[in-house]
């Protein structure tokens, strides 16, 4: 494979890979037309790292990296070789290697890099010379270049065990890092020793391996082990009499969770996180499911922990590893995140539906799984779309999965209602407006829709939409916009599931996954179902979800819209079926129509209820009414 054939298959690669994916998501802010990454991937400093996702690349304004495209930030960024960012990009990009490209990765392998050695203390160019490299920088090193990294809070067994050392490089002294394995130096970080040394971190070329990762075979059963972002942090907890493993940033925990996995003896190991304190750190320990040290909040980690409070650490440590034996105590939930849930929950409380008479009821909307369930001409959609768009018009954030009906169709409903809001007489329907009759009205609503229209999100649904497509969604637009939005699912019984299950199995783990989604990520997620035919002519109760059994006792709230027709004397009567279908048929004909909204279960308030509508099925418009 020529050089020339190699370019443009690697342009051919990156063309399918996104550079924001290969980025810890909690680190991104929208800024315009970029993404701001905050700390830097590269330096750990705030406010130069950008991305361009219209030429998927990515530059620093301060000049710790260069800059480019996916390879170059598999190289640069990620720090790997040529052949293994080679490797990866096929990875990523989902193409396997051809045997020519075998052929040239194996021949970059065996090239010699390139490295600078200007510098008396500059590393040489093969990783099997920096074992005696760091020898020599140990052994000839001052008392005064030592006396930095005493400073740090590394005791001096741990600087010899290391071999941590300084170097005298081209851009100045640095911290020596290196990280062992089978007696030999496979690796190594230099850190600047001043503040204005830029970049903060500078590697050895290749992979990356973790520092101290051998751990996970060594480690006892039961034994703890920490999880640290950089190695002087690894350092203060072994400090401390523990085992630490560093990942060298967040960004690689991956590797971390593929050692645990290929490593079964490591089931019995206690893992804790002691990242940064900050957001990042506890994202990136929120998606490990690990426990995390608590580090005291004026510290940004746990090495400047250790350097303030050298005898205070060692005590909350050693207290904090023991509870992590018993890491869902009650006591410990108490302390630490009791207070902080009791005022996260009562922001619900002024979350309301825009249904008066449903809010009065009600109290609030709080996170959780909500269902609701009717037959057919009972308005199931138009019910939840308005109370989304109310939700929308109070300021909250709406996402619309609708898997039935079109953005045409639900925005004209919109329409529609609030031109039948503004003036009934003269309203404008919504298959008149989708007809392409946009008169005055039509105008006006769409003007006062405008606003609320910015906060309404609809994704019209396919066979590709599953649980799971729908949950990055929301993951993804809650990154982008720093909100906490309320979901509406339109409906469950035609959402993508395994094929390998039965009607029945499929509904019931597509019900658990989506209260799944409202647990983790703390929001309201609304989902319409039908029921069971057998209970069309009956009043609706927890038999009509039956053929999705798992809604009794999954579902935080379950709504049941019927027609008030059926609680008329004639439904009382046995052996009146054919009574009981003309009067259905004529309450589903009847325009408006008389809803009521059954609630039968309800986690939060009061546990059940009814409340009265008119439903105007011409202008998509539900309005609540007193019996």
Not at 134 to 161: C, D, F, S, W
Not at 386 to 401: M, N, P, S
């Amino acid at each position: 494979m020529q050089k020339g054939e190699c370019s443009l298959k690697i342009a051919e690669l990156e063309s399918k890979v996104s550079i924001l994916s290969l980025i810890d998501h909690s680190r991104i802010k929208k800024e315009g037309k970029t993404y701001r990454v905050n700390p830097c991937p590269v330096c750990g400093h705030n406010d130069h790292f950008t991305v361009y996702p219209e030429t998927n690349s990515y530059s620093s304004f301060n000049g710790c990296c260069q800059g480019g495209s996916v390879y170059k930030f598999l190289l640069e960024v990620e720090g790997l070789s040529e052949s293994a960012a080679f490797e990866r990009l096929h990875e990523l990009a989902g193409e396997p290697l051809t045997t020519a490209e075998e052929n040239f990765r194996e021949n970059k392998k065996s090239a010699k890099p390139h490295r600078p050695t200007k510098a008396e203390g500059e590393a040489p160019g093969q990783a099997a010379n920096y074992t005696a490299w760091v020898n020599k920088l140990y052994h000839k090193q001052t008392e005064q270049e030592k006396a930095y990294i005493i400073k740090r809070g590394v005791p001096k067994e741990l600087i010899e065990k290391y071999k941590l050392c300084i170097a005298d490089m081209e851009d100045g002294k640095r911290a020596i890092l290196p990280v062992w394995a089978n007696g030999e130096v496979v690796y190594y970080t230099a850190r600047a020793l001043t503040k204005d040394q830029e970049p903060k971190y500078k590697n050895a070329s290749g992979t990356a391996p973790l520092f101290n990762i051998e751990h996970i075979k060594t480690a006892e059963k039961g034994e703890t082990i920490v999880i640290t972002e950089g190695i002087f942090d690894a350092l203060s907890i072994e400090a401390e009499g523990y085992k630490a493993i560093a990942l060298g940033g967040t960004q690689h925990a991956g590797k971390l969770i593929k050692a645990i996995e290929e490593n079964p003896e490591a089931k019995g190991i206690i893992f804790l996180t002691a990242f940064d304190n900050d957001e990042a750190g506890k994202e990136a320990t929120h998606k490990m499911g690990f426990k995390a040290l608590d580090i005291p909040a004026q510290y940004k980690d746990v090495n400047e922990w250790r350097i303030a409070e050298p005898g205070a650490i060692r005590e909350s440590i050693r207290e904090q590893i023991k509870n992590a034996t018993r890491p869902d105590a009650v006591s410990e939930y108490l302390d630490k995140a009791f207070i902080t849930d009791i005022e996260k929950f009562k922001t619900y409380k002024d979350k309301k539906t825009g249904f008066y008479n449903l809010d009065k009821e009600m109290g609030g909307l709080y996170a959780g799984l909500y269902v609701v369930g009717g037959i057919s001409s009972v308005g199931k959609t138009t019910f939840a779309h308005q109370l989304g768009d109310q939700l929308a018009e109070q300021g909250e954030h709406v996402i619309y999965f609708s898997l039935e009906q079109s953005k045409l169709e639900l925005v004209s409903k919109s329409l529609a209602r609030l031109t039948a809001k503004m003036d009934y007489d003269n309203a404008v329907t919504g298959i008149s407006i989708r007809s392409g009759y946009i008169p005055e009205q039509v105008i006006k609503a769409a003007e006062a829709y405008q606003e609320t229209a910015k906060r309404v999100n609809i994704i019209e649904g396919n066979f590709n939409t599953t649980v799971e497509s729908m949950r990055a969604y929301i993951e993804r637009y809650m990154l982008f916009n720093q909100v906490k939005p309320v979901v509406v699912i339109d409906y469950l019984q035609i959402i993508p599931g395994d094929p390998r299950l039965g009607d029945k199995q499929r509904v019931d783990s597509i019900v658990t996954e989506l209260k799944r989604i409202s647990r983790d990520l703390d929001i309201t997620v609304f989902v319409i179902s039908s029921l069971n035919r057998g209970n069309y002519l009956t009043p609706i109760d927890f038999e009509s979800f039956k053929e999705s059994g798992i809604i009794e006792y999954t579902a935080d709230v379950i709504w049941g819209l019927q027609l008030q027709a059926i609680n008329d004397e004639i439904f009382n009567k046995e052996g009146k079926i054919k009574e009981k279908r003309e009067k259905i048929k004529q309450a589903k004909a009847a325009d408006p129509r008389k809803i009521e909204l059954v609630c039968l279960k309800n986690r939060n308030g009061k546990p059940s209820f009814s409340c009265g509508f008119t439903y105007y099925p011409k202008f998509d418009l539900f309005s609540p009414e007193p019996f």
